[in-house]
Nanobody
Framework: QVQLVESGGGLVQAGGSLRLSCAASGRTFSSYAMGWFRQAPGKEREFVAAISWSGGRMYYADFVKGRFTISRDNAKNTVYLQMNSLKPEDTAVYYC???????????????????WGQGTQVTVSS
């Protein structure tokens, strides 16, 4: 059974930083792309960042480019999202997800992922 467990969310002031972690189990982690999505109250879930199964390619939503960095440690079955220069509009529940196909191209839509974590709340105060 695939499980994804996020951690690292919290309350931070605007301009601050947080690092989210997502530990995966139940699948050969190093063979799957990983993604981060977020959902704010009253809004649809949106793509934030993704990383290829090898870690060689990263993709970002325009609104986080230059501020967020996705990375992975295949030895620890963990993907990270380093978030710097946080803004109040970054407030949301952040979810990690694992790609639906082994060693396939990264996709930036939720349909490309078949298992999701429970989410971690990130709140940025102004």
């Amino acid at each position: 059974q695939v499980q994804l467990v996020e951690s690292g969310g919290g309350l931070v002031q605007a301009g601050g930083s947080l690092r989210l972690s997502c530990a995966a189990s139940g699948r050969t982690f190093s063979s799957y792309a990983m993604g981060w999505f977020r959902q704010a109250p009253g809004k649809e879930r949106e793509f934030v960042a993704a990383i290829s199964w090898s870690g060689g390619r990263m993709y970002y939503a325009d609104f986080v480019k230059g501020r967020f960095t996705i990375s992975r440690d295949n030895a620890k079955n963990t993907v990270y999202l380093q978030m710097n220069s946080l803004k109040p509009e970054d407030t949301a529940v952040y979810y990690c997800a694992i790609g639906a196909g082994s060693k396939t191209a990264v996709v930036t839509t939720p349909s490309g992922y078949d298992y999701w974590g429970q989410g971690t709340q990130v709140t940025v105060s102004s």
